[in-house]
């Protein structure tokens, strides 16, 4: 990398597929100048904007909050936004994330991934008569699930799991963190049926502990310790936590 002015120059390779051109995918590469503090966001807006307008990703927020950029950078499911290029070398691998029908460059089908979501019920079901105020939980109570709430359905938990990639039909770990957010809800009442449909051969036994979800995870949720707590609720049929 030589550095001029804080500005260096970088090679991006791309995984490219533009169905209506392309037979298969191919990589394409692109030298780009950057700055250490640019996110690889920008990169690839440069590169839009600048080099290649075909090119085609997914982005919104630009601040890791709308969870559309996951894409997989040098071999891990990764959200662009999130990711300053002093972090990542000079020669950088850019891809769509594995396990996801491709649509156009890294703009991956996410309509399966939310289906299965879609599957665990993630909502609060509570059919009781409502109180006058609110539904009161202790702070005790609401801790139990916080860190499953920080979930902003990036996918890149669910792209980086070899137990996807090896069948699709298997509900995923987004979708289980985001049933254990409302099993563990002391307002909810929903938990035992969530409970039955992870517990059918499309649901947490597919889980093989690899952990490469915890370690993809860019809002820092513990995914493998979530999916091990539904696990355990599920076998002991009970949803006290231990
Ligand atoms: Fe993304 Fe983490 Fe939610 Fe998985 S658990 S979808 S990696 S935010
Ligand atoms: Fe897959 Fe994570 Fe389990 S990587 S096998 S969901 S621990
Ligand atoms: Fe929203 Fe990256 S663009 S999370």
Request: aromatic share 8%.
């Amino acid at each position: 990398m030589a550095a001029t002015n804080g500005k260096y120059k970088v090679h991006v390779k791309i995984k490219r597929y533009q169905p209506a051109e392309n037979a298969e995918p191919y990589w394409q590469e692109f030298h780009v100048e950057v700055e250490g503090n640019d996110r690889l966001l920008d990169t690839l807006n440069k590169i839009k904007w600048e080099q290649d307008g075909t090119l085609t990703y997914r982005r919104s927020c630009a601040h890791g909050v709308c969870g559309s950029d996951a894409m997989r950078v040098n071999g891990r499911n990764r959200l662009a936004c999130k990711l300053l290029m002093q972090d990542l070398g000079a020669r950088i691998s850019v891809e769509p994330m594995l396990g996801f029908p491709v649509i156009r460059d890294l703009v991956v089908d996410m309509d399966p991934f939310f289906a299965k979501y879609e599957k665990v019920k993630p909502y609060l079901v509570n059919n009781e008569p409502a109180p006058r105020t609110e539904r009161l939980q202790s702070p005790e109570e609401r801790e139990r699930f916080d860190e499953t709430t920080k979930c902003i359905l990036c996918g890149a938990c669910t792209g980086s799991c070899p137990s996807v990639w090896a069948n699709a039909e298997w509900v995923g770990p987004a979708s289980i963190v985001n049933a254990h957010r409302f099993i563990f809800d002391s307002r909810d009442r929903g938990g035992a049926e969530r409970l039955n449909i992870l517990s059918d051969r499309t649901g947490v036994w597919r889980c093989r502990t690899i952990f490469n979800c915890t370690e993809a995870c860019p809002r820092g949720i513990h995914v493998t310790d979530a999916i091990e707590e539904v696990k355990r609720a599920i076998l002991y049929n009970s949803t006290d936590g231990d």
